[in-house]
């Protein structure tokens, strides 16, 4: 039985409240160190990214069954939910790949602290810093994309049936008689 049309916002709104958590979760730009407490956000918030793709991935697949089995219960909501939720992957998708480079970067600094200092190691850790930097405002910008997107197609409105309406009578003008 087809989800109705209110429950198909809120699982668009959940969806993108999820997104939403998992990008609050990331530290903002002052609060990045190379320090093992950003190492265990990092892997957290991959792996909800990662269950929530796979939310994505499956859901839209399920739909995409019911719909080629059911054509008759695809409604216009239920289709635009679907693509909603497939429109949400790649974004999501894309975070999760800024992730993975964050990562890249965050065990480059790592690595950098245990080096000898010098010249050459300090313009490597501020190049793997910003690009650590980077990766998670990336991924940040993405997953809000991907809210916004879905809030967005929860909030559109499938248009009602257009219906005529009968023209109202024009007003005529009866001529007035003089007595």
Known sequence: MPLSDPDQRMLLHDVADRLN?????????????????????????????????????????FRHRAAARYPARTTATVRRTTLALASAAEPTGLALAA???????????????????????????????????????????????????LRAAADTRTAPAATTVPSAPSATTTPSRSR
């Open 99 to 149: 992730l993975g480079a964050a990562i890249h970067h965050l065990g480059q600094l790592a690595d950098l602290t245990r080096q000898a200092p010098g010249p050459a190691r300090d313009q490597a850790v501020t190049a793997a810093h910003q690009g650590l930097v980077d990766r998670l405002g990336d991924s940040r910008i993405h997953l809000a994309r991907a809210a916004k997107h």
């Open 21 to 61: 958590t998992v990008a609050d979760q990331l530290p903002l730009p002052d609060q990045i160190r190379p320090d093992p407490a950003l190492s265990e956000i990092l892997d957290d918030e991959v792996r909800h990214l990662a269950r929530l793709l796979g939310f994505l991935a499956g859901e839209s697949a």
